[in-house]
C-alpha cells in the first residue's frame, strides 16, 4: 500500500500477509487445541466438525502456523535482539502500565515488550511442535509412553504460554491507539512513530 | 464397547459434573490365580470368541505368548516369564529354582483409573457403578491420552480406526448377570468372577494355602496406589509382582499425568480468562494511549 505525506511505513505487503496467516492459524490451532483442553471447552470441538475431526485437523493446523511464523521469525529476528535499553524500559514497565508514557526511555522500532511477546512466542511454537510430535500417533505411533507423558504436559504448558502471550500481543495492539494499522495498512502515522518508537521514528526520517 | 442400560455409570471422562448414580451396584471384580493356571489359553479364545474379534496372525518371538502384545483386537495375553526365583528360607527346596510365571495381562478395571482421568472427549471412557472401567467407542476421538494416563500399558490404538480399544471385563455380560468369557471358559478356576468382597475373601484361602506349600511371600495384588483394582492377581511371590512379566510393584497414575490434568489445566483456564478480563480493566482504568500530535493535524 503506498504511505502518504504524514505516514511511515512499517511493514511491507509480505510482512503482513504472513503475519495474517499466522493469525488465522493461531486462531484455528488455538480453538481446536483448547477443545482438548478442558471439559469445560470441549464444545470449541464442534467448530471442527465434532471430537475426531478435531483430532484429526489439530495437528495440521499447529505444524502450518510453525511453518509460517518461521517466515516472519527470520524476518523479524535481527531487530528484535535484546539490548542494554530493553533492560532498562523493562524496569519502567510500571510506569507504562499505569499510562505513564512519558517516564518510558525511548526505543527502537520495538520495546522490550514487543521483544519479548516475540521471543515468547518463538520458543513456546518450537516447543508446541517439538512436544506434539511426540503424541501425534497418526503419524508417530511408537514413541514411549513416557516420552509421551512428558509431551503432553509440556505441550499443555507452551501452548498456555503462547495462548497468554498472544493475549498481551492483541490487547497491546487494541491499547495503543494507530498500532493495527501498520500491520492493516502497513504504514503508521509520524505522531505514532515520534511517540511510542522515536528512535525508529528518527532512523526512518534521517537525511529526508 | 457401549454404554449399557443395565449398569449405572460413576464417573466418565472429561465430565465435570455428577453422572446419574441413584442406583448402588455392588463391586465386582475378577481373580486371576496364578498358582492355578496352566497357560492353556482358553480365557484369549473365549475373549476372541465373545467379542468378536480376529487378531491377524503374527509371528513367533521365541516364546509361548501368543499373540505377543496385546493389540486392538486382543484384549488379553497370556504372558509366560521364565524366571529363576530365590526361594524363602523357610522352604525346604533349594536357594533358587526356575519357574515358569504366567500372567494373564489385560486391563486392571482400577478404582482410579488413569485412562479416564487422561482422556478428553467426555464420556469416551466411563467407570461402572460396578467398578467395570469400560471404552465407549464411538465417542472416542483417538488421541491416544488414555495411553499417557495408563499405569499398565494396557489400551491400543487402531491403526485402522484410530479407536482405543482394551478388555471390557465383559461388560455387556456383566450387566445381564453373566461372568466374564475368560472366567467362564477357565478348566482350572483359575479365573474367578464375583463381588470384590467375595473375591478378596477367596483369595485370602489361596494366599494361605500358598503360604503353606512353602510360598511364604504369596499375596493378592490389589494395588492400593491406584485406589485397588477390580481385576485382582494371587501371586506366588507376591512381593516381587515384576517377575510377572513386568507386573509394576506400586502402580500410579503418573505424576505428570496428574499435574497435566489435575493442576495445571485448570489453573491455566483461570489465568486465560484472568488475563482477558485484566486486560479488560486495564483498559477501562487507564484508558488508550494516544499521540496527541495526530489529534491535532487531523483536526
Redesign the interface.
Known amino acids: 500500500m503506498k504511505t502518504a505525506d504524514?505516514e511511515l511505513q512499517r511493514y511491507d505487503d509480505r510482512t503482513r500477509m504472513n503475519h495474517w496467516a499466522i493469525a488465522l492459524l493461531f486462531f484455528l490451532a488455538a480453538l481446536s487445541g483448547l477443545?482438548?483442553?478442558?471439559?469445560?471447552?470441549?464444545f470449541l470441538?464442534a467448530l471442527f466438525g465434532?471430537?475426531?475431526w478435531?483430532?484429526i485437523l489439530h495437528p495440521y493446523f499447529g505444524l502450518f502456523m510453525f511453518v509460517s511464523f518461521l517466515g516472519l521469525f527470520l524476518r523479524l529476528k535481527h531487530e528484535n535482539v535484546w539490548t542494554a535499553q530493553d533492560k532498562a524500559w523493562l524496569d519502567q514497565a510500571g510506569e507504562m502500565?499505569?499510562?505513564n508514557?512519558a517516564a518510558m526511555p525511548p526505543v527502537g522500532k520495538y520495546n522490550a515488550g514487543q521483544k519479548l511477546v516475540f521471543w515468547l512466542m518463538a520458543i513456546s511454537l518450537l516447543l508446541l511442535l517439538l512436544t506434539g510430535v511426540l503424541?501425534w500417533?497418526?503419524w508417530f505411533?511408537h514413541f514411549p509412553?513416557w516420552a509421551?507423558?512428558?509431551g503432553?504436559?509440556l505441550h499443555?504448558?507452551s501452548a498456555?504460554v503462547l495462548?497468554?502471550t498472544v493475549?498481551?500481543h492483541v490487547?497491546a495492539a487494541?491499547?495503543?491507539?494507530?498500532t493495527t494499522r501498520a500491520m492493516t495498512r502497513g504504514s503508521v502515522?509520524?505522531?505514532?512513530a515520534?511517540?511510542?518508537h522515536p528512535l525508529w521514528y528518527e532512523d526512518m526520517t534521517r537525511g529526508k | 464397547m457401549s454404554s449399557l442400560q443395565s449398569l449405572d455409570i460413576a464417573q466418565g471422562s472429561?465430565?465435570?459434573t455428577s453422572s446419574p448414580s441413584v442406583r448402588k451396584t455392588p463391586e465386582v471384580a475378577k481373580l486371576i490365580d496364578i498358582s492355578s493356571c496352566i497357560g492353556c489359553k482358553a480365557c484369549q479364545v473365549a475373549c476372541m470368541e465373545w467379542n468378536d474379534l480376529r487378531d491377524e496372525v503374527g509371528t513367533n518371538a521365541g516364546t509361548y505368548d501368543n499373540p505377543n502384545d496385546l493389540t486392538p483386537s486382543s484384549w488379553t495375553v497370556m504372558r509366560f516369564s521364565e524366571v529363576m526365583v530365590k526361594r524363602d528360607a523357610a522352604s525346604t527346596t533349594q536357594e533358587t529354582g526356575l519357574e515358569w510365571l504366567i500372567r494373564k495381562d489385560g486391563c486392571m478395571h482400577c478404582a482410579d483409573p488413569g485412562c479416564l482421568k487422561?482422556c478428553?472427549?467426555?464420556g469416551a471412557i466411563v467407570q461402572y457403578g460396578n467398578g467395570i472401567v469400560d471404552f465407549i467407542s464411538e465417542?472416542c476421538?483417538?488421541?491416544?491420552?488414555c495411553?499417557?494416563g495408563c499405569p499398565f500399558?494396557v489400551p491400543r490404538?487402531s491403526?485402522k480406526d484410530?479407536k482405543a480399544y482394551k478388555c471390557s471385563l465383559c461388560s455387556d455380560r456383566v450387566g445381564v448377570g453373566l461372568e466374564p468369557a475368560c472366567a467362564k471358559s477357565c478348566p482350572t478356576g483359575a479365573i474367578r468372577f464375583g463381588s470384590k468382597e467375595d473375591m478378596l475373601e477367596f483369595a485370602g484361602t489361596r494366599v494361605a494355602d500358598l503360604k503353606e506349600r512353602g510360598y511364604a511371600q504369596a499375596a493378592v495384588y490389589d494395588p492400593q496406589g491406584v485406589g485397588g483394582t477390580h481385576v485382582m492377581y494371587v501371586l506366588q511371590h507376591g512381593d516381587q509382582p515384576e517377575l510377572y512379566a513386568g507386573l509394576p510393584k506400586n502402580p500410579v497414575i503418573?505424576p505428570?499425568?496428574w499435574?497435566?490434568k489435575s493442576a495445571?489445566?485448570?489453573l491455566?483456564?483461570a489465568?486465560?480468562v484472568g488475563?482477558?478480563v485484566a486486560?479488560f480493566f486495564?483498559?477501562m482504568k487507564?484508558?488508550?494511549?494516544?499521540?496527541?500530535?495526530?489529534e491535532k493535524?487531523s483536526a
Open positions: 504524514n477443545a482438548f483442553f478442558h471439559p469445560s471447552l470441549y470441538s465434532g471430537g475426531s478435531d483430532r502500565f499505569r499510562g508514557k503424541f500417533h497418526a505411533p509412553i509421551r507423558r512428558i503432553v504436559l499443555a504448558v498456555v495462548v497468554l493475549i498481551v490487547y487494541i491499547w495503543v491507539k494507530g502515522t509520524r505522531g505514532w515520534k511517540m511510542n | 472429561a465430565t465435570t487422561a478428553p472427549a467426555p465417542h476421538v483417538g488421541c491416544g491420552n495411553v499417557t500399558d490404538i491403526q484410530n503418573s505428570m499425568v499435574l497435566w495445571a489445566k485448570p491455566a483456564v489465568a486465560m488475563a482477558v486486560g486495564h483498559y487507564v484508558g488508550p494511549v494516544e499521540s496527541k500530535e495526530d493535524e
